[in-house]
Structures are given as structure tokens and as C-alpha cells.
């Protein structure tokens, strides 16, 4: 009874300590559409740019400044048509990829950059082309592409987070609601390092990750393995992890701000045509980075005397320690591991939708319901849940407003668990 007290004490601590640091900085300051025009290395001033809702309905207007940038604020998360008049654009520059309209989605504090490659030639008036003054609107097929690239984008990068939840969950059944920080943790590392210092980017992500993972070590050493060592029921834990995410949440917003910031390194990036996907070169990259990471993770738990005696744990820990294994050290390389993909999720999350103080949670109830989906503990299962619920939030805002997306995922993942309620790879429990 004494140490639920003072638990559920420092709890309420964490939670009157967050409220009072959010209530000294300012909140978030919405949503906005923003982007910047180049031709070459040369700014373009001067050009007109639209936005509107799916509905037709105008948001606003902007014209580039004498440094190529425009913003359009917009009333909040959802998706609009933003339409580039061409007509606009100086003598002899064109839209390179002849696509003066996109249809990017914005969401919650998100400001989202819209990128429209600019060039010299005369490709604009080639007969079939988009005329001056005439923006298309994209087609289906250009639509449903965009859908699938950023839904598999989105996945891998739910993955990297679920993958490491997963991890910390198999060996110490620890729902860590604070988990979401740690990505938003590793994205700021990267900003401080990346913007504030001025490092290269891909330096500054590496140091993140590194910071990132030493964070998770020493939360077990100094903090949950304490807990663990005093015999803290798991429920108690979990309403602990609650505040510390509180706690965390309103540190972050009182030193970073609410305003959404966008890294120094490529930050305007124009996309290239690969078959009928648009892509950033950034965003290619940022995918091979998480599959690498994946894959490697999810081969030294198969392949690896490591990985062996972590699942060990994970199925026994009182047979695992019978059996000459360090079960602290063990978990505290988990959490290790699982602090490192997190920032690092965090870090390639920043690249592609900017860096702010909620990042991570925002994304934490699609990480839960990723890990639920494909089976807490399993590796595996945490990347075929991420698939999933990435894909399917993409592809639901071709049926459903994109302020609903995330409920629909989460109904979803409801209906799926009523007739399979150990997720897609997870192995059935004897209960009772």
C-alpha cells in the first residue's frame, strides 16, 4: 500500500509539473502550407501560388518573395489541391515534371512543405502539356501512386518505432506510453546538432541515434531498473511511464517552442520521377536507412548468441537466468536498441513532415496499434502491423475525410483483433 502511494504521488507530481511548464511557453501554432522556389540555385520571386480544399473551397493565396519562399496557412489537418499558376512563373521557366497541381496532406501542427520542381525549356508548351494559366488536376492513377509511396514510406518509419516497443516489451512487459518522447528526443538531438550547431545532417542524425540509445540505457540503469529491482507491479509502471511522457512532452515544448521547424539540410527538395512515383531523393534514402536498420535488428535476434538470449528472456526470464544469462544486461541492451530506433524513427520522421515538440506523440497511438496488430514481442509483427496501418491510413482518405484517417485505422485494428486477438503473428496465451 506505501508504495502504491507514493507512486501514484510521483505520478501526480509528473502530471503538475508538465502543466506547469506548458503553461509557461506558447502552444503549437497550427497548420500551414509552405514551400520554396528554385530554378537551378536561383530564387524565383513573384509567382502565385492557390490552395483549396478537396471540396473546391479557396484556403488562401501567396506569392513567392524575393528568396523563392511562400507560406499559406490552413484552417487544420486534412488534405488540399495546391495549384501553381504557370502563368506566373518568369519567361522560359516550366514546371519540370508538368504537375502544377498537388494534393498533399497536412497533418495535426504540421507545416507541410509542397515542392514544385522548376526548369529553363520550352517543355510547357509541347503539344498535350499544360497550358499557361491552366494547372491540371492530378490524375487517379498519380493519386493512388502518391498514396502507395507514402504509405510505405510512413510504415517504415512506424516500424522503427514499433520494433522497438515491441523489444521492450517482449522481455519486460512494460507498455512504455513514454516511448513516443523518445522519438521526439531524437528528432530535437538531430535539430539542436543539425540547425543550432551546423553540422551536416546525415552527421547530426548519426550523433542523434547514438544519444538516443545511450538514453535508453541509462533510463533502465537509473530509473526502470530500480523499479523493476523493488518488485513494481506492472500496472504502476505503465501509469508512470504515463507521466514521465507528461513531464517529457512540456520539457520539450518549453525549450523547442510550439512552432513546427524544418531541418537546414535538405529541406527543399525537388522530387524525381521513378515510373509513376514522385519521389524525393531524401525520402529514398531515408527508406533504405530503415530497412537496413530493420533488417539488421531483426537478423541479430535470429542469427546471434544476443539475439538468442533475448528471446530467452522474452519466453522465460526465470529459466533464462537458471540458465547463466544476465537478464538485467540483457534488457538493458533492449532498451539500448529500442532507444536508438526510436531516435532514429524520430530523425526520419523530421525529414519528412518537420520537427515539433509532439511529434512522436502523435504517432505513438499508430505505434501501439502497429505492435497490437502484428502480436506484442514479435519482431516481425511489429513491421507487418506498421504495413498495415501505414497503408491502410493512406489509402482511407480516398473514402474518408483525412481528419477521420486515424480512427479508421484504430476501427480497423479493432474488428481484426475481435477474431484474432494475439495479433497476426502473435501465438496464443493460455489465460487461467
Known sequence: ???????????????????????????????????????????????????????????????????????????GPGTY?????????????????????????????????????????AAGNAPGQNQPGAPSTPSSFDRYADLLYSGLHFSLIIALAALGISLIF???????????????FGALMAFLFNVTIGLPLVLSGIIAVVIGAGVGYLQDRAFWGWLRKRRT?????????????????YLFLYFFGGESRAYSDFNAQAGHQYGPFLIAPKNLICDVIAIVAIVAVSWALIGTRLGKATRAVADNPALAAASGINVDGIIRLVWTIGGGLAALAGVLLGVYQNVGYQMGFQILLLVFAAVTLGGFGTAWGALIGSLVIGMFIQFSTLWIPTELKTVGALAVLIVILLFRPQGILGRRTRIG
Not at 45 to 71: P, R
Not at 170 to 184: C, K, M, Q, R, Y
Not at 233 to 249: E, P
Open 1 to 75: 500500500m506505501r508504495r502504491a502511494v507514493i507512486m501514484l504521488t510521483a505520478f501526480l507530481a509528473c502530471v503538475m509539473i508538465s502543466f506547469g511548464v506548458g503553461a509557461t511557453s506558447a502552444w503549437a501554432e497550427g497548420e500551414s502550407l509552405q514551400g520554396t522556389l528554385k530554378n537551378g540555385d536561383a530564387p524565383v520571386a513573384g509567382v502565385k501560388i492557390k490552395a483549396f480544399t478537396q471540396d473546391g473551397a479557396a484556403v488562401g493565396e501567396a506569392t513567392s518573395d524575393t528568396t523563392g519562399k511562400w507560406t499559406i496557412p490552413v484552417p
Open 170 to 184: 517482449g522481455t519486460t512487459g512494460l507498455t512504455n506510453f513514454a516511448h513516443g518522447e523518445l522519438v521526439t
Open 81 to 121: 489541391r495546391v495549384d501553381l499558376d504557370v502563368s506566373s512563373l518568369p519567361s522560359g521557366v516550366t514546371v519540370t515534371n508538368n504537375r502544377p497541381s498537388l494534393s498533399p496532406a497536412v497533418a495535426d501542427g504540421q507545416a507541410r512543405n509542397v515542392l514544385f520542381p522548376l526548369g529553363g525549356g
Open 233 to 249: 507491479n506492472l500496472v504502476t509502471m505503465m501509469i508512470i511511464s504515463i507521466g514521465l511522457s507528461l513531464a517529457l512532452r
